[in-house]
């Protein structure tokens, strides 16, 4: 097999991002999807192999959480996006919690999800805190959802949307749910 070389194109995308859209909308819908499906591939690869993650996790469980204890929103760092999520429980029927959902599904199921660390809340309330680490890939969508438990009832109080965008988080959305529960 010969060599190939892909200086000329790497140039090209490299100096004039907007060759990509130029290429993309010459590309037939097979050879399209696949070309992104093989870009998303290499960006969690990259992120998998990127940096020291269990230490980016340690650091985030020192800064990555709100004096209610509950988590803070989403971040790019390096290669991943830093997810922190929290349960604060005042009994066995009450907490308050903030997890993200990644593309509608939580992030503990996610394909997506890189590495999660879960650690028990510290302090006098029950629950515990957890650290999940995504790759950064382009359309990708977060929601952010803080919700509480009465009486066994859960609700959603409140969602912040956000969307990878050109390597980047953007928030895209808030609103608050209260009055209409979601269990």
Known sequence: MAT?????????????????????????????????EALADEARRRAIASGDHAA????????????????ADPWIEGQVVVCPGAMVAKSRTNHRC???SVDDVW??????LIEEEKRSNPGV?????????LPIVNGMLLDVVTGRARAGQHTVDRV???AVRRGKLVEVSQRDVSGRGMK
């Not at 004039?16 to 909308?25: G, K, Q």
Request: aromatic share 10%; hydrophobic share 45%.
């Open 56 to 71: 980016l996790i340690a650091e985030t469980f020192d800064t990555g959480f709100s004096r209610d204890g509950l988590g």
């Open 125 to 133: 309330d029950d629950g515990f805190r957890a650290v999940a680490l």
């Open 98 to 100: 903030r997890f993200v």
């Open 4 to 36: 190939r070389r892909y200086g000329t194109i790497v140039r090209h995308l490299t100096d004039d991002p907007e060759t990509a859209v130029e290429l993309a909308a010459k590309l037939p819908d097979d050879v399209l999807h696949h070309l992104a």
């Open 160 to 162: 912040v949307s956000y």
């Open 107 to 112: 992030i503990w199921e996610s394909l997506e």
